[in-house]
C-alpha cells in the first residue's frame, strides 16, 4: 500500500465514521423532537456515510462495476434526501408533495440512466474520478441541481424566518455535502473529498453547538 491509497482510505474512513454518528444522533433528534426535517437529514447523511465507504472500499482495491453504479446512485440519492428534509421546512403542503413527486420521479430516472448505460473505472490513483455517460449526467443533474437549489432556499428562508444563527453551520454543512455530490457529477471531482471533509466538520460544528447550549 503506498501512501496515497493509505490517505485516502484513512481519510474517507474517518468522515465515514463521523457520518454515520451525526446520521445516528439526526435520527436521535427526529425521535424526540418528531421533525421530519431531521428524519431526511439524517437519511441523507447516512447515504453519505456510505458513499465514502464505498470510496474507501473502492481505494482498497474492492471495486466492480455494481459498486460503481451504486456509488453513483447514492450520490444522487442524499442530495436528495437531505433537499426533502429542508423542504419540510416549507409551509405550503402543495409545494412539500409536489417536490416529493418530484424527487421520486428524478431517482426513477437515474437508476433507468444507471441500468441502460455502462459504467467503466471511475478511479484515477484510488480517487473516484470519471467521465460519466452523457445520460448518466444529464439524469443525476436532474436530480442534484434542483436539490442544490431548494436546499440554498430553504435554508435563506429559514434563517430569514428564524434568525437562529445556530442553524448557519448546520446549514452550511447540508450545502457543501450537496453540492460536492453535484460538482462530482458535471465533472469537477477535484472537489469531491475536500467539501466532504468540510461539509462533515461544519455539520459537527452546528450540532454540537446546539447541543452545548
Known sequence: MND?????????SIITLLSAILSALLFSNYRAKKGSNYLFWG???????????????????????IFAKLYLFIVAALVSALAVGSVQLAKSRRIRQAYYIFTVLSLVFVLYSLAVTSIGNILVGYVVYAVLPLLVVTASSVATF???LA??????LSYKHTKNVKMLSIIA???????????Y???FPATLYYAEAIGIVLLWAGFYSRKSR
Do not use: C
Not at 4 to 12: D, F, G, K, L, N
Not at 173 to 183: N, P, Q
Open 4 to 12: 496515497m491509497q493509505a490517505i485516502v482510505i484513512a481519510s474517507t
Open 43 to 65: 437519511t441523507g447523511i447516512a447515504l453519505f456515510a456510505f458513499g465514502t465507504l464505498l470510496e474507501a472500499l473502492f481505494a482498497a482495491g474492492a471495486y466492480s462495476g
Open 146 to 148: 434542483p436539490a442544490a
Open 151 to 156: 436546499i440554498i432556499v430553504m435554508a435563506a
Open 173 to 183: 454543512g447540508v450545502i457543501i455535502v450537496s453540492i460536492a455530490g453535484t460538482l
Open 185 to 187: 457529477i458535471v465533472q
